[in-house]
């Protein structure tokens, strides 16, 4: 059974860029969950995708946006990036919606606005 | 507003002790309260959960309560070694909301041999 793989794992863009984060799902999984994690911080509850759909957005402007794949895989772009955007994006996967046997992490995407 | 609340924010025991940690959450329709490891440079590891239906759950040398009356829950981790050390977070799930995840600051544990 593989985990949740994102990637890359590390990236430094400038200010004003668009960037895309990826993220493949633990086997099984159809649900994917993003969040930001500033240092020093508890993860922040971006977005959830369900069915490619997204079910679920937590205080993010739309400039953060994602999509998910048939295959339950998913992306996270941010457009216009500004250098508070620069944390740990974590993406975690579930069994359901509502996260019947838990939520298992990636290792996430450390991302640098410069 | 949606909100959960963890102490300490760090946490220093030596080994063979044991380490209790303590979260508050706002909202009573909360039911799932995961507790997350986290290590430098890697995601939360889910280490153990409890749903609102239960009172108490035990997984070897790690346990966690929940009093949904106090919306309190902790989690007790006994005979600590130093492969415990990291930072744990709790997390509160708001079911009606896709499932979403409101997690605490995190407290950083230090086991000392």
């Known amino acids: 059974e593989t985990g949740v793989t994102q990637s890359p794992t590390h990236l430094i863009k400038t200010r004003g860029q668009q960037v895309t984060l990826r993220c493949s799902s633990q086997?099984?999984?159809?649900?994917v969950s993003w969040y930001q994690q500033a240092l020093g911080q508890g993860p922040q509850f971006i977005f959830q995708y369900y069915r490619e759909e997204e079910n679920g957005r937590g205080n993010f402007p739309p400039r953060f946006s994602g999509l998910q794949f048939p295959n339950y895989s998913s992306e996270l772009n941010v457009n216009a990036l500004e250098l508070d955007d620069s944390a740990l994006y974590l993406c975690?996967?579930?069994?359901?919606?509502?996260?019947?046997?838990?939520?298992?992490f990636g290792s996430g995407t450390r991302l640098t606005v410069v | 507003g949606e909100n959960v609340e963890q102490h300490p924010s760090t946490l220093s025991v030596q080994e063979g002790d044991s380490a209790v940690i303590k979260c508050t959450y706002s909202d009573s329709a909360s039911n799932y309260f995961p507790w997350y490891k986290q290590e430098l440079g890697k995601g939360p590891q889910l280490i153990i959960d409890i749903r609102s239906n239960v009172g108490e759950k035990k997984d070897q040398r790690i346990a966690v309560t929940l009093n949904k009356t106090a919306k309190h829950f902790s989690l007790h981790i006994t005979e600590t070694q130093p492969e415990d050390s990291a930072v744990y977070f709790c997390a509160a799930s708001f079911g009606n909301q896709g499932g979403k995840l409101i997690f605490g600051q995190g407290t950083e544990l230090s086991v000392k041999p």
């Open positions: 975690a996967s579930s069994l359901s919606i509502q996260g019947a046997r838990g939520y298992t």
């Open positions: 086997s099984g999984h159809n649900t």
